[in-house]
């Protein structure tokens, strides 16, 4: 059996898309989950699509591929935030995030796990955040992020031994079409961020997709339960501004 497909859920947006381009040019096949199609299908990559919040629809979609047994790397990308200070975080707020950040990663595990065990290999890359280290405005978001980054260590102690590695990338400030549109390039608040990045630039969705890559390569299987921020050196420093 050839294991060459890569499932990346929220693959057709933002850093999602940046990995799902990046793994096709790599030879990769791509099996994208999200709620809305992308533009433009790159080549070797298959769109379904479903709202990974509703928990009955992303069994059904699931279940197929680990019948098949021939995925055997995953990209946890689709995540979301409500931004809020504490005093405004609401249980409701907290249930909707942990539904896409974190129920959906572990569905998504859970249910290809199995083909992992059976071809003794397997590669799983969650994408999680430098607000798991903490920032102001995203208690909601925070909390499911370091969840994630819980679930990453969890996981690799448990499969290492079947093959499979678990590891995260946490990324830093990145130019997504949503971040440039919120955060002109020209503007004030924007240059004061990329002071604060030692590199002096922002990053690249190209960047995440990079790093993704080389983790889900057959030659990273020495490289487990890591959390790789890719954050052009904040994370070194004590920044809060990103």
């Given amino acids: 059996m050839e294991y060459n497909k890569v499932l990346v859920t929220g693959g057709s947006g933002g850093i999602g898309r940046a990995i799902a381009k990046r793994l096709t040019e790599d030879g990769y096949r791509v099996i994208n989950l999200d709620r809305v199609a992308p533009k433009s299908l790159q080549a070797g990559e298959e769109f379904i699509e479903v709202d990974l919040m509703d928990w009955n629809a992303t069994k059904d979609v699931l279940e197929p591929l680990a019948v098949r047994g021939d995925v055997v790397r995953v990209v946890n990308n689709a995540g979301f935030i409500r931004p809020g200070l504490l005093e405004d ?39 999680a955040s430098r607000a798991a280290l903490g920032k102001e405005l995203r208690t909601v978001y925070s909390a499911t992020k370091a969840g994630l980054l819980g679930m990453t260590r969890t996981w690799a102690l448990e499969e290492g031994a079947n093959g499979v590695t678990v590891n995260a990338i946490g990324p830093g400030p990145i130019a997504t079409e949503l971040f440039i549109s919120g955060n002109p390039p020209d503007s004030p608040k ?52 990103a």
């Fill in 89 to 127: 975080a609401s249980v409701e707020d907290l249930q909707a995030v942990i539904e896409l950040n974190l129920r959906a990663p572990l569905l998504v595990a859970q249910t290809i796990l199995p083909a992992m065990r059976r071809a003794k290999f397997g590669r799983i890359v969650n994408i």
């Fill in 190 to 241: 924007t240059k004061q961020i990329i002071e604060t990045i030692p590199v002096k630039r922002m990053g690249e969705p190209a960047d995440i997709a990079h790093a993704a890559a080389s983790l889900l390569d057959d030659r990273a299987g020495f490289i487990t339960g890591q959390i790789l921020y890719v954050c052009g050196g904040m994370t070194v420093g004590l920044s809060h501004t």
